[in-house]
């Protein structure tokens, strides 16, 4: 193998609040030698997700911290470039959980094997990705059936999409809510959901009693905060809360109260479930049939925000906390 330099961002310090440029370096190194068993890959696209904030935090939660001095680690979808291994050949195209960096050595169980038929392959990092299993995870999770009335915060991101426009394959009533009318449209003329609104035009609870004056079944929950609230009170008896995810308290730097009307879990009898994909990976046959077969026949949408170059990584990162992505964030190494 040729000597082969790859660029790559890590992590030199730990940010307190929202995460700033100077917490990351874009660093060169030199990989090793391939070695029996072991595969050299080219990332083409790299995934930016929330969920990352919380691995720059000091201390274990459900996923080890990112170490300082060292590169972040994110799912990407490339090529193998030379193999070592019966299992893959050059040209091969592969996700990983080896993102933000341009090349890396991996083992065989490290990666896997995606088709080319489906172009562009950031696809597997959206849609047919870990992205879109989360929703799909969620709405299995919780239940979800033809009929029921469902509320989803951070609708125009990259889970929330993929959960309305899959809750509307089920035979849902879906509502949205988003943060700016662009993206109100997009859920409305795109994704196919019945309601959508500005959460920055008026309270969430405002808007959704006046969307689901019934009340709504199902909460899928992206952002916590407010929306939670807002959910608590419009929920029905019997309800259920999807807890995905809580992008408005990410870069809280101290833990903020808890919703004021938790105690309508009890009355109203509601049930809760955390939702970490990871948990869900032995289903994944049972998700690429599915959700694959819904997108090869045009029944779901894969949209994405593509921000060019392992330079622009970082500024692709703090732009989802200030709501720059529509969709699916993902980085092209050119």
């Known amino acids: 193998m040729t000597k082969i330099t790859s660029s790559e961002i890590r992590l030199v310090s730990r940010p307190k609040g929202m995460p700033v440029a100077v917490n990351f370096t874009l660093a060169m190194t030199e990989l090793e030698p391939?070695?029996?068993?072991?595969?050299?890959?080219?990332?083409?696209?790299?995934?930016?997700?929330?969920?990352?904030?919380?691995?720059?935090?000091?201390?274990?939660?459900?996923?080890?911290?990112?170490?300082?001095?060292?590169?972040?680690?994110?799912?990407?979808?490339?090529?193998?470039?030379?193999?070592?291994?019966?299992?893959?050949?050059?040209?091969?195209?592969?996700?990983?959980?080896?993102?933000?960096?341009?090349?890396?050595?991996?083992?065989?169980?490290e990666l896997y094997s995606v088709s080319r038929d489906i172009q562009p392959l950031s696809v597997y990092l959206g849609a047919l990705g870990m992205t879109g299993m989360t929703a799909w995870a969620g709405l299995n999770s919780g239940e979800v059936k033809a009929g029921d009335v469902i509320f989803i915060s951070g609708a125009a991101g990259a889970v929330g999409n993929m959960a309305g426009q899959l809750a509307k394959l089920r035979g849902c009533r879906v509502i949205g809510s988003t943060g700016s009318m662009a993206k109100v449209m997009f859920l409305r003329a795109e994704c196919?959901?019945?309601?959508?609104?500005?959460?920055?035009?008026?309270?969430?609870?405002?808007?959704?009693?006046?969307?689901?004056?019934?009340?709504?079944?199902?909460?899928?929950?992206?952002?916590?905060?407010?929306?939670?609230?807002?959910?608590?009170?419009?929920?029905?008896?019997?309800?259920?809360?999807?807890?995905?995810?809580?992008?408005?308290?990410?870069?809280?730097?101290?833990?903020?109260?808890?919703?004021?009307?938790?105690f309508n879990v009890t009355a109203k009898r509601l049930t809760m479930k955390g939702l970490i994909v990871t948990d869900w990976m032995d289903r994944r046959s049972e998700f690429e049939k599915e959700v694959g077969g819904y997108f090869r026949s045009g029944k779901l949408k894969?949209?994405?925000?593509?921000?060019?170059?392992?330079?622009?990584?970082?500024?692709?990162?703090i732009g989802l906390f200030d709501g720059k992505n529509l969709g699916k964030m993902v980085v092209k190494l050119t």
């Not at 201390?59 to 030379?82: D, N, Q, R, T």
């Open 34 to 109: 391939l070695q029996d068993q072991q595969v050299l890959v080219r990332n083409l696209f790299m995934s930016v997700d929330p969920y990352m904030r919380g691995r720059m935090n000091e201390g274990e939660s459900y996923i080890p911290p990112f170490e300082i001095g060292k590169p972040l680690e994110g799912g990407a979808v490339g090529e193998v470039v030379e193999s070592r291994s019966k299992e893959f050949k050059p040209g091969d195209a592969v996700t990983s959980n080896l993102g933000w960096r341009e090349y890396f050595v991996a083992s065989p169980k």
């Open 192 to 262: 196919g959901f019945d309601i959508a609104f500005d959460y920055k035009t008026a309270p969430v609870l405002e808007q959704l009693n006046l969307e689901a004056p019934d009340g709504i079944d199902v909460y899928f929950d992206n952002v916590g905060g407010e929306a939670l609230e807002a959910a608590l009170s419009v929920l029905r008896i019997h309800g259920r809360i999807i807890a995905c995810g809580g992008i408005s308290r990410y870069n809280d730097k101290k833990p903020q109260p808890g919703p004021s009307n938790l």
């Open 302 to 317: 894969s949209k994405e925000t593509v921000v060019e170059g392992i330079d622009q990584a970082v500024n692709a990162f």
